[in-house]
């Protein structure tokens, strides 16, 4: 069974950082792409980046390119989401999945598998 359990959400000032952590099991890891969403009350789920485990190649979405870092741990199974200079329209609940797909171009909208979910309050 697939399971991936997100943490390090909280409530932060605006320009204030915090890093999201997914860790992963019954999952072939390493093969992989993982991916962050977000979704925030009366909006679109919205894709926020995603990471190949098998060749490290990377997405995000234009906003927030430049202010988040996805990376990706395999000896730990878990992919962390380092977010800088955090606005308030970064409010929102964070998960992290499974793409049914993942191009350079960004992964699927659909999720095969995801996580409950950590919400991220930015206030101003």
């Known amino acids: 069974e697939v399971q991936l359990v997100e943490s390090g959400g909280g409530l932060v000032q605006a320009g204030g950082s915090l890093r999201l952590s997914c860790v992963v099991s019954g999952f072939r890891f390493a093969q992989g792409a993982i991916g962050w969403f977000r979704q925030a009350p009366g909006k679109e789920r919205e894709g926020v980046s995603c990471?190949?485990?098998?060749?490290?190649?990377?997405w995000y979405t234009d906003s927030v390119k430049g202010r988040f870092t996805i990376s990706s741990d395999k000896s730990k199974n878990t992919v962390y989401l380092q977010m800088n200079s955090l606005k308030p329209e970064d409010t929102a609940v964070y998960h992290c999945?499974?793409?049914?797909?993942?191009?350079?171009?960004?992964?699927?909208?659909?999720?095969?598998?995801w996580g409950q979910g950590v919400q991220v309050t930015v206030s101003s």
């Open positions: 990471i190949s485990n098998s060749d490290g190649s990377t």
């Open positions: 999945g499974i793409p049914t797909w993942f191009m350079v171009t960004g992964p699927s909208r659909e999720y095969d598998s």
